[in-house]
């Protein structure tokens, strides 16, 4: 399976964060934005994310969703889960991600790897990943 890696960068679509009893936040969000990897089966592909996260006191879990739509209108997406820490606006996420599908040249697809990001700003996201696929 080959190794790859990249970066990307994302704007918040949507966000609800809902307080519940002991300093419990739960949060809902969707963003997107563009992959950058020297790897051209991802390299300027369109990364969409949906997430739950569960937060006490700052800190708690995410889990969610990803999709790619590459350039020619193949998809691939899967899952992803972490361990989340709050800072003020500011949420570091450490995780895994794993392929569970897609279209296309990416219909068989399989793998998974790891990622590290951060949320800046209510409306600004980054972070890196690599890992390992197969296209079957």
């Known amino acids: 399976m080959p190794n790859f890696s990249g970066s990307y960068s994302a704007k918040t679509e949507s966000q609800t964060t809902i307080a519940a009893p002991g300093n419990r936040q739960i949060g809902v969000s969707i963003a997107s934005g563009k992959q950058e990897s020297p790897d051209a089966h991802w390299n300027g592909a369109t990364l969409t994310m949906w997430g739950v996260a569960d ?19 193949d998809i691939d997406h899967g899952t992803n889960e972490c361990t989340v820490t709050m800072s003020g606006t500011e949420a570091t996420m450490t995780g895994t991600w794993r392929f569970t599908g897609g279209t296309g040249k990416f219909a068989k697809i399989t793998g998974n790897g790891v990622f590290s990001g951060k949320q800046t700003s209510p409306a600004d996201s980054g972070g890196t990943w690599s890992g390992s696929y197969n296209l079957g």
């Open 55 to 73: 937060t006490v006191e700052g800190n708690g879990t995410m889990r969610g969703y990803f999709r790619n739509t590459h350039a020619n209108g």
